[in-house]
């Protein structure tokens, strides 16, 4: 049983996806948890679902993008909750494009989310972490920052970013007992894997089949299972590492 009871979550886009399944597995795990996103709707609906099992939520609106809300939601945290343990920055956007059709206001949107909401929340939640004698910061990247896909100049080279600034950080931050991680899933059954599929041509379940060994898409329990064992005390040693939820696919398959 992963241990992180008592500890408190920041997860960012925890409206939907492996955001929501984080923010329920921290929660069932007895963690505190800031439920963060652009969505209202889908963040308090995540809450509802925490609070009605019997756990602790609270929900921030928030983009990443944005400094000031970065402040407001960390303060928010701190004063609801006491302090914070772990951030998890999950919020991020999809595109698939051939380069020749990429746009700068694609781009520039794209590393806003993906790459300066990272930034961000590492630069503001580290004082809190230390505050608290250490703490956990876990990134999601993606395959995407491992290997190259046509259609995937943008994504990839922001979940790229991803990966490297996480070794960055890790380095830096060793010293206040900050572990700093991240995460690369392949598909997961999200709205990304709607879309993935979708400019694909294929189902869900082909995508799938292409995508790993296993012969099924992840699910977001699968990806959320990996971010709370780095977030809890039997992963102490653990930072400046990338742990693949690929079902097998980077390794094995020939994509």
Do not use: C
Not at 151 to 161: C, D, F, P
Not at 173 to 186: E, F, W, Y
Request: aromatic content about 6%.
């Amino acid at each position: 049983m992963p241990k992180v009871a008592g500890k408190v979550a920041v997860v960012t886009g925890a409206g939907a996806g492996i955001g929501r399944a984080t923010a329920a597995l921290f929660a069932h795990h007895g963690a505190m948890v800031v439920v963060t996103d652009v969505d209202e709707e889908g963040g308090r609906a995540t809450v509802g679902r925490i609070t009605e099992a019997g756990g602790q939520a609270s929900f921030s609106a928030h983009d990443v993008a944005s400094e000031e809300q970065w402040e407001r939601v960390l303060a928010e945290a701190e004063e609801r909750f006491g302090g914070i343990d772990v951030l998890v920055n999950n919020a991020g956007i999809y595109v698939i494009a051939a380069l020749a059709d990429t746009t700068l206001e694609q781009w520039n949107r794209l590393f806003s989310i993906n790459v300066t909401g990272v930034f961000l929340g590492a630069k503001h939640v580290a004082p809190y972490l230390a505050e608290r004698g250490g703490g956990s910061i876990i990134n999601l990247s993606s395959v995407a920052g491992l290997q190259g896909t046509p259609g995937h100049t943008l994504y990839g080279a922001s979940k790229g970013a991803v990966r490297t600034m996480t070794k960055d950080l890790a380095a830096e931050l060793a010293g206040q007992n900050i572990r700093v991680n991240s995460i690369h899933p392949t598909y997961v059954r999200t709205a990304m894997a709607d879309y993935g599929a979708a400019v694909a041509g294929m189902t869900l379940d082909e995508l799938g089949k292409r995508m790993s060994p296993l012969g099924r898409l992840a699910e977001p329990e699968d990806v959320a299972n990996v971010i709370v064992f780095l977030a809890g005390e039997d992963s102490n040693y653990l930072t400046a590492a990338e742990f693949l939820v690929d079902g097998g696919g980077t390794s094995v398959l020939s994509l």
